[in-house]
């Protein structure tokens, strides 16, 4: 079995810890409890007949004062970065959030998470353009949660076949 | 002393734990309770399968047995199930710069922060929580500051629309006063026509009888000539109700009112209905007479409008002059049923404005010219068997 870590990043209360509660535990709660440090959860899976741990790590929400340690970032395989479609400013921080793990982890995968789909109008999300690698995501109505994680976990796998790590 | 033996008076606090792995990353001592943060027992040694937050950190951890490599790596702020914070401090061991040997060992220190966490949580939350509600007033501000902007330019297309409407509703009215005019002046102008018809007959037939002299033809010359006089005089009368008079001046409410009435009692007469006017004839008001007259008209053709929709055998109007307050009051009272409720409340909005759509001054215009440019008030009620309209100046 081989085991990767992925990362969850993003400011804060753009609901990272709800994509993965949804992804591992199928459940959803709508209280906002701030992450401090991360949190790693544990999910197993089979890909081309390769097994495959993935280590999740929910990191905490950047602010403005407070940035992410680069520790946490070391290692990483792949990362989900998660914005909340109802904040403007949480979309404009992804291209940083993008360029500060890319430094450390230059050949990774990342899909990004346009989350809270949930709160836009059906007007709103037609005008909505996505970059590539991105999907409108809902933890509440469980919508495109699944998907982001077996997309990085495909290219984990590929990469693993390629390249044999 | 050697360093295990520190670091175990080190975790004796139990804010520490250990573990020192070898060079193929397995577990070769640990600390008496490091094994409470991992998931297994003492029987696995295989840290990554102990400390799975290292998983994906190989390449740093081998860089750590090089020489020249020796800062050490921190992980911080990571939960343990069930409700531990730690910080992971990995550094290598045994380094001896001497002679020169590259370490076998890392220790990885496992930092307990719990209780500093969970005080820096709380205090996270809170600045979170208020950040998003700050967000949020700020949205709802933008959102209000965008409606009010919309709300003031839909006000501002409104008054134009308003403005626009008004300027028609005058020029309209313009031409239905003419209309009325025409119509009252020929309705006055019958009977001296008739009269003039008559005398040119009687010309025609003393001419045929030979009893024309000059005595005759001066009398009936004198005769038309009065007749023409007073056909002009009723056209002066109603020219000086219809021009537009923008002097205010001091006039006599009943001596105004009462002159428009006498033209219009034969009219009035010929349909039944009993128009009279009563009260103080020395009511004097400040205003514009013919504006004054043309508002007393349009409420008095309104009711006669409503009378003959609800025709009987005693139709009457009653126009009474008072004050009260130092105030000036005319009432115009009708037996005409009374008004609808529905219409009551709005009957001077130009929407409802029926003697407006069909010609003719419309009670909104009526209303203008009294309350916007004369400074008073118009009331209507219903009273027993029909409605009130006061004037009020």
């Known amino acids: ?165 | 002393m050697h360093f295990k033996d520190i670091f175990n008076v080190v975790c004796s606090h139990n804010l520490y734990e250990y573990f020192i792995i070898n060079r193929d990353f397995k577990v070769t001592a640990y600390s008496v309770d490091a094994f409470k943060y991992c998931h297994c027992d003492n029987s696995e040694n295989d840290i990554f399968t102990l400390i799975p937050e290292l998983i994906g950190m190989e390449d740093e951890l081998q860089e750590l047995f090089l020489l020249d490599k020796c800062k050490p790596i921190k992980i911080p702020h990571i939960f343990k199930e069930p409700d531990n914070y730690v910080n992971i401090i990995i550094q290598s061991v045994e380094k001896n710069k001497c002679d020169n040997k590259e370490p076998n060992s890392l220790i990885i220190l496992v930092q307990n922060t719990t209780e500093v966490i969970l005080a820096q949580q709380k205090l996270m939350q809170t600045a979170n929580e208020n950040s998003l509600l700050l967000k949020e007033i700020s949205d709802k501000n933008a959102q209000l500051y965008l409606l009010n902007e919309k709300m003031e330019e839909l006000v501002e297309i409104e008054i134009k629309k308003n403005i626009e409407k008004q300027k028609l509703m005058e020029h309209q009215s313009r031409y239905s006063q003419m209309g009325e005019m025409v119509e009252m002046i020929i309705h006055q102008w019958k009977q001296p026509l008739n009269s003039i018809n008559v005398i040119t007959q009687s010309i025609s037939i003393a001419q045929e009888l030979g009893k024309l002299d000059d005595k005759y033809i001066n009398e009936k010359t004198d005769a038309i000539l009065k007749q023409t006089k007073y056909m002009s005089q009723i056209v002066d009368i109603f020219q000086g109700f219809f021009k537009p008079n923008k002097l205010k001046r001091y006039f006599n409410l009943y001596d105004s009112i009462e002159s428009v009435l006498k033209l219009l009692q034969n009219e009035y007469r010929l349909i039944d209905i009993n128009l009279k006017l009563d009260g103080n004839r020395e009511t004097i008001v400040n205003g514009y007479p013919s504006e004054y007259i043309q508002v007393v008209l349009a409420i008095v053709n309104y009711v006669k409008d409503n009378l003959i929709l609800n025709k009987h055998d005693q139709m009457s109007i009653n126009i009474y002059i008072y004050e009260l307050d130092g105030k000036s009051i005319v009432t115009i009272e009708d037996n005409a049923g009374g008004i609808e409720k529905n219409l009551l409340d709005n009957i001077f909005d130009i929407s409802t404005d029926v003697k407006q759509e069909n010609g003719g001054i419309g009670l909104s215009i009526a209303r203008d010219m009294i309350v916007n440019n004369m400074g008073g008030k118009i009331e209507l009620e219903n009273i027993d068997g029909g409605s009130k309209f006061s004037i009020i100046l």
């Open chain 1, 1 to 165: 079995m081989i085991r990767k870590k992925i990362l969850l990043l993003g400011d804060f209360s753009v609901g990272k810890t709800s994509l993965i509660r949804r992804y591992i535990d199928k459940t959803f709660d709508d209280s906002y409890l701030t992450t401090i440090g991360v949190k790693i959860s544990e999910k197993e899976l089979t890909i081309d007949d390769v097994d495959l741990k993935l280590l999740i790590w929910d990191v905490e929400g950047a602010t403005k004062t407070k940035k992410i340690p680069l520790a946490y970032f070391k290692g990483a395989s792949a990362a989900i970065f998660v914005a909340d479609v109802s904040r403007k400013d949480t979309m404009s921080s992804i291209a940083n959030h993008i360029e500060t793990f890319l430094e450390v982890n230059p050949n990774a995968n990342y899909v990004i998470a346009y989350n809270k789909s949930d709160l836009l109008s059906k007007e709103e999300e037609a005008s909505l353009i996505l970059p590539n690698n991105s999907f409108l995501s809902s933890a509440k109505k469980d919508e495109n949660i699944e998907i982001l994680f077996e997309i990085l976990a495909k290219e984990i796998v590929t990469q693993y076949k390629e390249k044999g790590r």
